[in-house]
């Protein structure tokens, strides 16, 4: 039974922070728009973008390793880092000027010092390169270095505290944050509700069929009482996070072909006990160990959820066949095509060492992951500590002329020719770089209103288009804006 008579202008697949970003972006842009929103669970934001599923870092590549790796000849370039904080830029500016509208409280995002830690004078040279090749960097102005265990301890006692005198360096960017996406997700539908778009909880879509009129018809069922039904579409969004790779291929869309999914799990360490979440107001990145994935850098955070202060440590990753934290077990076998198989064989052959550390990863002892934790917090004690499980992170593999197909850890905007479905694949650097992935979007799927949109779009991101890190006056003055705007100064 179909449930509207004429086709909806856009449906919203999944209730996460990219399907919320796009949404508040198009009803903005085209008020007179209907837009639905579907969700399998009974709230938005339980998936991976809930606060506890995700570590909630605003990656600006402040303090992430993973963007500025060395060379072989040893060099380390700044261009990767630069281009994720320009991205992060983009979000910040989105957010600010909701917030300074009065559609957004900026209770989700919280100044957090960004550092890097490391150990051993290899990873002390390397990071020696590093800020100096950042330091004069427009937007990383501010970032601090220090070999000094008195230095250290300023910033971030837990770290230095029953340390042995061994070699040790840091980092530590003060504009960092914390960000919780749950809240900020929530948020953001909250408004788009108000303003007339349709959240359907409780509502799975099981495929998507192109109509004969070029529209999209997705079958959808309800989970809580109700009839299935039909609803035909102009425009879909798959913002179904790890489930975005199956729904994409029953659209049977050419591009989704030869693309798999290969799912990481995360597990973090947690404590709230007062007396630690008062001696650490940072997120420390360190180094990922040999053939770990990038997003698997350990991390003790300063975690701020819901007004509440945590600290957490992880990621953990393990290995589950489920493409969501409440997904099947039949996700990873039930993604295989005749497409992708080849890709992913691939991706297996050329991937051992990544399966030697997931396997090592999930046969780890809770003793050897608090000793993990040692390395960063010397006086770490089991007690303290609860281990929860994240979210799912699935990453892309793709064809490849050259390997047959590679494991790609960014995300993926994947769109058919003629603009009226896309949907998101992958995970980094996620959640914090949502505004100008959902752009990508907008302008590969919209180019015919592209050119009219533009100017409503800059007065919310006014430096859309535009890079900050080569303009240094407006570089400090947009960092000064947002940061008043979004309550990051004291
Ligand atoms: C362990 C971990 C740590 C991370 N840390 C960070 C970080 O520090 N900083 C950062 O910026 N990002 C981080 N990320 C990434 C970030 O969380 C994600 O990129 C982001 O939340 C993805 O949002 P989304 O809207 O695409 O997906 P999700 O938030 O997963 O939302 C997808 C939604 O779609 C729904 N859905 C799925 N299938 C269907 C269907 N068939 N019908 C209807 N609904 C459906 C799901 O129930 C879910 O609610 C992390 C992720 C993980 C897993």
Redesign the pocket.
Known sequence: MSDTRAPLDVVL????????TLGTMIQRLQPDWTIRI????GE???????PW???????AALCELNYMPEAADGSVSPDKAISINEQFQLSRQFWASLAKRGELPTSFINPTPHMTFVRGDDDIAYLRKRYAALKDQPLFAGMEYSEDHRVIRQWAPLLIKGRAREPIAATRAPSGTD?D?GAL?RALFDVLTERGAELRLN????GIRRTREGNWRLKVKHLVGGTPHTVDARFVFV??????L??LQSSRIEEIKGFGGFPIS?KFFRTSNPKLVAQHQAKVYGKAAVGAPP?SVPHLDTRVVDGQTSLLFG?YAGFSPKF?K?GSWSDLPGSVRPGNVGPMLAVARDNLDLVRYLISELLASRAKKLRALQEFMPTAKDEDWELIT????VQVMKKDAKRGGVLQFG?EVVAAADGSIAG?LG????????VPIMLDVLQRCFPQQWASWEPSLKELIPTMGTTLNDHPERAAQVLAETAEVLGLVH
């Open positions: 697949i999944g209730g996460g922070i990219m399907s919320a579907y969700e399998t669970l938005v934001a339980q998936e991976s973008s809930n599923n995700n570590a909630g870092t605003g990656h960000v996406f997700t509502c799975r879509v099981k913002g179904a996070g790890g489930g975005a199956h729904l995360g997003m990621p969501l409440r994240a979210g799912q992170r995300t998101l995970a980094s650097p996620g959640a914090s770089t949502a």
